[in-house]
């Protein structure tokens, strides 16, 4: 079992900048691929990024790319997600997670664990 615990959201101007934390634990979770997924208000869960523990390969979705950047600590437990010139669209609630299996990445339903999520409001 993997635990994950999400931090770092808030309120922000647009064109300001936030950056978010995940910390993981329990038995490999420093073998487990992480992402981020966010939900704005009233829509689906999207992918936003992934990094992959062992090679350290890096995802985007494309309304993201260029602003944000995905990175992980040495020992494999954190990831972060440095997003920059943020716009009112990112706003949602932003969701850590984690799996063992390689594969597409941005398949929701593909992630074994998650986190509660840390809530990130952009206004115009």
């Known amino acids: 079992q993997v635990q994950l615990v999400e931090s770092g959201g808030g309120s922000v101007q647009a064109g300001g900048s936030l950056r978010l934390s995940c910390a993981a634990s329990?038995?490999?979770?420093?073998?487990?691929?992480k992402g981020w997924f966010r939900q704005p208000p009233g829509k689906e869960r999207e992918a936003v990024a992934a990094?992959?523990?062992?090679?350290?390969?890096?995802y985007y979705a494309d309304s993201v790319k260029g602003r944000f950047t995905i990175s992980q600590s040495s020992d494999k437990n954190t990831i972060w997600l440095q997003m920059n010139n943020l716009k009112p669209e990112d706003t949602g609630m932003y969701y850590c997670?984690?799996?063992?299996?390689?594969?597409?990445?941005?398949?929701?339903?593909?992630?074994?664990?998650w986190g509660q999520g840390t809530q990130v409001a952009v206004a115009s």
């Open positions: 990094i992959w523990y062992n090679d350290g390969a890096t």
């Open positions: 997670a984690a799996r063992v299996t390689g594969g597409q990445w941005d398949e929701a339903w593909q992630w074994k664990y």
């Open positions: 329990g038995y490999g979770s420093s073998r487990h691929h």
